[in-house]
């Protein structure tokens, strides 16, 4: 059994290879993370907050396009009341605290999901840095927050039947691009990779639409455990596989 490698060399494998554009992280584990330490579940995410600033980091320094982060899911508002709250609450802790750092590191702050449905404690800072941020052009961080993939695209087909209804689009105009002007993620690089952390294998409502055609990663390991080791795994598994695209392997090494 080789011995892994050091996450300098790692790093310097992974760089030395494109980097996916735009990569999804579906951040899972925390509550079992606390338990098996025998913590309140709050614990966990208030550990996993500890690994989105370090992934965060360390994404930015090795130079990706996007990061989008499935922080709160549009199912998630079913928890318990106290665990939504704590939620909510480590969310607002994360923005306040997070503002010089992503400002600094020139990180433009983004969110999708059913925004209105967030606390005014919770959005009206988040909509400031968002605004803050906008002119940022180092990374794009998006929170996908509650989020759900089929509501995204049941927002988008609404918003198509009402431009249809008002006669400003023709059904022989509704194709792949008019679909993803009309997406939360509008304006977002393509999605390349999805990471799903924790051992579980689904894609929980995740980016439905963008992940026809990204590379998934699977890890056993929880979230509060994923950091910038971990996330190099990641980019250097999505290197090493042959997208095709429908095409075959001997098309991509002819360039046919």
């Not at 005014?120 to 052009?137: C, F, I, K, Q």
């Not at 390991?221 to 290197?239: K, N, S």
């Not at 090493?240 to 095409?247: A, L, M, Y």
């Amino acid at each position: 059994m080789t011995d892994p490698l050091s996450i300098d060399a790692l790093k310097a494998q992974v760089l030395a290879r494109p980097l996916p554009r735009h990569v999804g992280i579906i951040m899972d584990g925390n509550g079992r993370w606390a338990q098996l330490r025998g913590q309140e579940r709050l614990e966990g995410h208030r550990k996993g907050s500890d690994s989105v600033r370090n992934v965060t980091r360390a994404s930015r320094r090795l130079g990706l396009e996007a990061l989008t982060l499935y922080a709160f899911s549009a199912q998630n508002w079913q928890r318990p009341p106290a665990e939504v709250e704590g939620l909510m609450e480590l969310l607002r802790e994360y923005i306040v605290n997070e503002r010089a750092e992503i400002m600094d590191n020139g990180i433009r702050l983004h969110a999708i999901g059913q925004l209105d449905r967030i606390p005014p404690r919770v959005r009206e800072p988040l909509e400031e840095l968002r605004a803050l941020s906008a002119g940022n052009d180092k990374m794009t961080l998006t929170l996908a927050l509650s989020y759900g993939g089929r509501e995204e695209i049941v927002a988008m087909t609404q918003q198509i039947a009402r431009e249809a209804a008002a006669g400003t689009l023709k059904a022989d105009d509704i194709d792949f691009t008019a679909i993803e002007q009309r997406l939360w993620t509008q304006g977002l690089p393509p999605l390349e990779l999805v990471v799903r952390t924790s051992g579980e294998v689904r894609v929980s409502n995740f980016l439905l639409w963008q992940l026809a055609y990204a590379e998934l990663h699977l890890t056993e390991t929880l979230w509060p455990d994923f950091g910038e080791r971990e996330l190099l795994i990641a980019l250097d598994d999505f290197q090493r596989r042959e997208r095709r695209f429908g095409k075959t392997s001997t098309q991509l090494r002819t360039g046919a």
